[in-house]
């Protein structure tokens, strides 16, 4: 692999100086790192991020990021090269929702074919099925589980990296890390995004290292404050010179297994073993056929690909005359989306979780996706409301299961990353730390200066409770060395004809990721509209109780409508954060979300 050269240059913005990074690209020009690039508004819709290109293009969820990632490309990187540097600075600049505390699913299209690169955290070798329980065997209040030492995961996002890297990098591992290690050095502004997260956040404030960190005598810290992270620095500074090792032992590792175990809120039972015994998974994705389409997700552990496909599989023999008007779904359509989420979920619920632990149904995930079984259990489906609760899981070719379904229970956080690079390969990576500052523990690998990067809550995506009332197991429940079953759906698309890749997608947003990502398929492949009105959609959720409709984007009288048909309907704010590229005659397009702060950029 041969290095590009990195230059610095020093720039002025809004009063301050710093020193832009700058990547000699294939043509010998100079092109800067630009962190001047102040991020979209956090609440309400902003303008959509929308871009054409022709050679190659990202879309991240802040624009430094997507920055960082446009310089790898511009340099020559690969795709998997751009993620890396797009996920260095996300750590930084977005640390609620990803870093290298946690996980993440990377679909890649390459010359090598698909692969599914699987760094979803474990569950450590001492974790039981009763790890979220009380004394008196009830599970623990969502957030009581999730901001303290119990819910940190084994974190995996840098050895799958590395591993995707060693098959798929251009440029030289250490030179990934530079835009982020700069940024970190210098400054970033923070986002309004950020401080009003921070605002709100009252766990956070707990932990000494991020009450320092975050806030100035409890206030928040203010948008545009010029915020450095000298601990994040010389932790991405050590990966980057001695790779993904120097994490996972040493000081880096011993300082995340003493904040694990020393926990005030509830020890964890992270060890040093539980580091170094950490392996990414390359798995097989799942490719489906839909219309002239092949749309290819990721297998178990996430959820993602095979619900989302239940969802569009059952909706082709449910079809209605006009699915959108006016820039909202129709109350028939939402009608049949809404009850056939409410399917998939239940057998979501029932079936799906690490495939180390857990068989698929008749020994092949597919069968959840057979085009008989999908028809019956569209049969389901009538004129009213199956209402909450209502939907039972089915039982594709007569397959036995002992497990119990699993009880609907929070989920949060993530962002996603589309990326093709000037090679033709595509990548579409989702990647977490869980819920909003995930853990709430901020790590600085024994560094003892100031920042740092956080800890992800990843284990209370299992199961609370490890079995039913009839002392039947649940599938996702807790299990040492397991994976917790994610939402995660990174995907992309191809022509079934040609073999042409068309889109790659994602989006954050916990269990509703499938909602949004295959709710986008449609708009964008069937409805074919364009993608900064596919990302602007409104949202309507269901895990299968209450039904969802984002706050002030529906009419009154679609609401009415839908209490009519028996649906429990509410508003709530749903903010999804999809990213979108689409293969295009004329190169590639995408938009991103104006719910969050993404950018696109590209050639």
């Known amino acids: 692999m041969q290095s590009t ?39 309400g819709l902003t303008n959509t991020s929308v871009f054409q290109a ?23 990187g690969s795709a998997v090269d751009a993620a890396i540097a797009v ?56 957030m009581e589980a999730a901001a303290s030492g119990r819910s940190v995961g084994v974190p995996g996002l840098l050895k799958m990296l590395e591993l995707a890297h060693q098959q798929h990098g251009v440029l030289d591992w250490s030179d990934l890390f530079a835009p982020a290690v700069q940024l970190a050095e210098e400054g970033f502004p923070v986002s309004a995004r950020l401080h009003t997260l921070l605002e709100g956040e009252t766990h956070l404030r707990e932990d000494p290292l991020a009450a320092a960190f975050y806030y ?20 991405l500074r050590q990966i980057a010179e001695q790779g993904s090792q120097v994490f996972y032992q040493g000081d880096i590792a011993d300082d995340m297994v003493n904040r694990v175990q020393q926990h005030p809120a509830g020890s964890g039972g992270l060890t040093l073993e539980d580091l170094l015994a950490y392996q990414p998974a390359v798995r097989e ?78 020994g092949d995930w597919n069968t959840l996706l057979n085009p008989r079984y999908l028809a019956s259990r569209a049969a389901i489906v009538g004129d009213q409301s199956m209402g909450n609760g209502g939907a039972q899981a089915g039982n594709p070719q007569e397959f036995f299961t002992a497990y119990a379904p699993q009880s609907d229970q929070p989920e949060y956080g993530t962002s996603h990353i589309s990326i093709v690079d000037g090679m033709g390969n595509a990548l579409a990576m989702t990647t977490t730390i869980e819920a909003a500052f995930g853990a709430r523990i901020l790590a600085d690998g024994g560094t003892g200066l100031a920042g740092g990067y956080l800890l992800n809550n990843e284990l209370t995506d299992f199961s609370f409770r490890p079995g039913d009332a009839e002392g039947r197991l649940i599938a996702n429940r807790v299990e040492p060395g397991k994976r917790p079953r994610s939402s995660m759906s990174p995907t992309l698309v ?79 704010d749903l903010t999804s954060g999809i990213q979108l590229l689409i293969n295009i005659p004329e190169g590639i397009t995408g938009a991103a979300d104006p719910r969050r702060e993404g950018r696109v950029m590209g050639d």
């Open 285 to 362: 994705p799942i490719c489906t056929p839909w219309k002239v389409y092949d749309v290819c997700g990721f297998p178990p552990p996430s959820s993602g690909h095979l619900t989302i496909m239940q969802v569009l599989g059952m909706l082709e023999y449910l079809p209605v005359d006009t699915p959108v008007h006016n820039g909202e779904q129709s109350v028939d359509w939402l009608h049949r989306f809404i009850e056939v989420a409410r399917l998939s979920f239940a057998d979501r619920a029932l079936y799906i979780a690490d495939p180390d632990f857990v068989e698929a149904p008749g």
């Open 216 to 235: 100035d005598n409890g206030e928040a810290l203010p948008e545009g404050y010029i915020l450095k992270n000298p601990a994040l620095a010389a932790i």
């Open 87 to 142: 996920q260095a600075m996300l750590t930084l600049v977005e640390p609620q929702s990803s870093g290298i505390g946690g996980g993440a699913f990377l679909l890649l299209s390459s010359d090598q074919g698909m692969q599914a690169f699987d760094g979803r955290e474990t569950a450590p070798a001492a974790a039981t099925g009763d790890l979220f329980l009380n004394d008196d065997g009830e599970p623990l209040a969502f």
């Open 54 to 76: 022709q050679t190659f293009a990202v879309a991240a969820a802040n624009p430094l990021a997507t920055e960082a990632g446009y310089q790898i490309l511009r340099a020559g």
């Open 5 to 43: 050269p990195l230059f610095l240059r020093c720039t002025k913005w809004k009063g301050f100086t710093f020193s832009a990074l700058l990547l000699l690209g294939s043509s010998g020009s100079l092109h800067a790192y630009d962190a001047a690039i102040a991020p979209e508004a956090s609440s």
């Open 494 to 572: 191809f022509d079934t004809e040609t073999g042409e890749w068309v889109a790659s997608l994602g989006s954050p947003g916990g269990a509703a990721i499938i909602h949004y990502t295959a709710r986008s398929l449609i708009a964008l492949l069937d409805w074919q509209l364009a993608p900064s009105e596919v990302v602007g959609l409104p949202h309507t959720v269901t895990l299968g109780g209450p039904v969802w409709l984002e706050t002030d984007r529906f009419a009154p009288e679609t609401l009415s409508a839908l209490e009519a048909l028996g649906h429990d309907v509410s508003e709530r």
